[in-house]
């Protein structure tokens, strides 16, 4: 494999109670870094970076000098393996080398918390685990139990409430997703990820009276003859103001689909890009500032993180196989 990782900014800094590994590829190139999660088709790497690599098990000779079967094998616990020693389909286990009872910490370059998180005897993942944006603002909160997200999950506002609230199950989501008004009022009931049957989001004014329901079939956003929605959407809060608008062909969004809060500046925007093949998700902050951007191309990742004032706190890019 060709790998390669161009860091724009200095590495951020680690604790001490977490151990590193020696990846050895079949391509005899060496990977250092601590495994942080490991599923059927890929591990996870801590470099140095807030961003783990992904590296997949069939392009892995060992780790430690150890065969890549064995590692596994020996690694997870015998309820987490399938008859032939392989990792169940579908499961992803997070596991660290670390102390369990000291909370494991990833820092921006310029010293601010920027995930934090705890782990049980056996090295997983468990409990609580953080994100903060650069100015020290939560982002997410959630638990985990072995290595997969259970309980709830919550995301934040700038100002600390709730922004939206998820229940998980061992790794899945376990019902619908509520998201709320920065002043605690529930806003939107969406549905729980299985559009297979028929289901609908729902979105509320703060008395809870209904403004407007969508219903789904099959996955695809259904008109009012429930035949496939083709056509701009624009649903709005309870003020007029727009909450997500995009177009949709057949039932599906199609290029661009945007987000936006309560007071009308940008929240979240998705882009698809045929002529780059790339995918593009970004998050802003309030005041309409760039908070974050994801950019899934065909041969590279780029991740980008900024500050309220528009500074690049984290830059990363990495080539794909």
Known sequence: MKFSIILLTILFLLTS???SSTIELKTDDVVEGTITELSNKKIKVNIGLPIDIS????EIKSIDSEPISDYIRRTLPSELLSSDGSVKPKDIYTRIKS???????????AGNLY??????????????????????NIVER??????????LTHSFYENG???????????????????FYEDNYLFAILY?????????????KRDGTLITELFYNNEKLIDNTDKPYNGMLDVKYGNGNTFFRGVYKDGLTTDTFQSFYENGTIMTEEIYNNVDNCFTQKDFYRNGALRQEKI??????????????????????SEKN
């Open 17 to 19: 109670n977490s151990f």
């Open 55 to 58: 590296l997949y098990i069939d």
């Open 99 to 109: 102390n369990p009872k000291v909370p494991n910490q990833h820092f921006y370059p």
């Open 115 to 136: 995930i934090e998180s705890n782990f049980d005897e056996d090295g997983f993942l468990n409990g609580n685990h953080k994100i903060f944006d650069p100015q020290g």
């Open 142 to 151: 959630s638990s985990y139990v072995k290595g997969l997200k259970n309980g």
């Open 161 to 179: 409430t709730v922004k939206s609230e998820t229940n998980f199950k061992l790794g899945e989501q376990d019902g619908s997703t509520k998201f």
């Open 192 to 204: 729980d990820g299985n559009r297979s049957e028929s289901s609908s989001d729902k979105l509320y």
């Open 296 to 317: 899934d191309c065909k041969k590279t990742n780029t991740l980008r993180i900024y500050d309220i004032d528009g500074n690049i706190a984290f830059e990363l890019e």
